[in-house]
């Protein structure tokens, strides 16, 4: 059973398009057609429904795809260790991770692995919490970064504690405070990540009793970093994703103090390849550094 026309198939359910697929894959778009075509006559049965608006799974193709990404996982597991017994380091590690990280942590971790193992290729898929611990559970990447605990059922290893912090507009009324008192966040417009993204400030928040007073919501935290200077209201954000961006910010601490513990998760556990392993140590030794 050759596993290419199933590398096809997830490109295209992960790019929601056969050109994008095919521009991923470096190959035409016929070729893309041609090999789903060829899978499912495989299997005697439809995988994808295509329209104007794009493509999608059908009701089979569903039920497939938790095989299909373990198939895909077991198979690079296999070539890592392969590569590994003849000496050389080499596959391909999926990571997941959410913005603070992907920004000021990932760049610097990857140039260090690619110069000592320059055979290894990535692919990074940036999201918030839950992208990321779905993208675990299903396969799709191999470690993610997620806030601890996390409830994803596999390995996973505490790495840092990131302060909470509250994010004012400039000159605020609250300039002359050596912290912001998280109770105020009832009486101030409150700048929310959705409900599956806000798990910090949330966290914080119930543990301090406070209820928000809620006026925007957004997936994105640069977004609410925008509105903040905006002086559409004010946030809480780690402290990781605000490096550097303080200049047009009124940044303070809480009170009371809240923290994160990022962690990474190891999809695979113990039989995760060995480019995968390796990845990991080179992430804990960057993170013990910069502590």
């Known amino acids: 059973m050759s596993i290419d026309k199933y590398r096809t198939l997830t490109a295209v359910v ?3 398009s056969l050109t994008r697929a095919a521009a ?5 778009q016929s070729a893309v057609s041609h090999s789903i075509d060829a899978l499912e006559k495989e299997l005697g049965f439809a995988v994808l429904i295509r329209s104007r608006a794009g493509v999608r799974l059908t009701e089979e193709g569903e039920r497939l795809m938790p095989a299909v990404r373990n198939l895909l996982s077991s198979a690079e597991q296999l070539n890592q260790t392969a590569s590994a017994i003849r000496g050389l380091e080499s596959g391909t590690v999926r990571i997941g991770a959410f913005t603070s990280v992907a ?3 990932l760049p610097t971790v990857l140039k260090e692995f690619q110069h000592d193992y320059p055979k290894v290729d990535f692919k990074l898929l940036n999201g918030d919490y839950h992208d990321v611990e779905q993208w675990l559970s299903d396969g799709s990447v191999d470690v993610g970064f997620v806030a601890m605990p996390s409830a994803v059922g596999c390995e996973c290893i505490a790495l840092m504690e990131d302060r909470l912090l509250a994010i004012l507009p400039k000159h605020s009324r609250y300039e002359s405070y050596p912290k912001f008192p998280l109770i105020e966040c009832e009486h101030e417009p409150f700048i929310s990540l959705l409900e599956s993204s806000a798990h910090d400030a949330r966290r914080a928040l119930d543990a301090a009793g406070v209820k928000p007073n809620v006026r925007f919501y957004t997936k994105d935290d640069y977004a609410v970093i925008a509105m903040v200077e905006q002086g559409l209201g004010i946030s ?5 994703l605000l490096k550097g961006r303080h200049d047009e910010l009124q940044v303070m601490p809480l009170i009371p103090e809240a923290k994160r513990t990022i962690g990474i998760a190891i999809a695979a556990g113990d039989k995760a390849g060995p480019a995968t392993r390796r990845f990991v140590d080179y992430v804990v030794k960057y993170v013990s550094e910069i502590k």
């Open 236 to 240: 809480i954000m780690p402290e990781l």
């Open 14 to 16: 992960e790019t929601k």
């Open 103 to 105: 920004v000021h942590w």
């Open 24 to 28: 991923e894959l470096g190959c035409t």
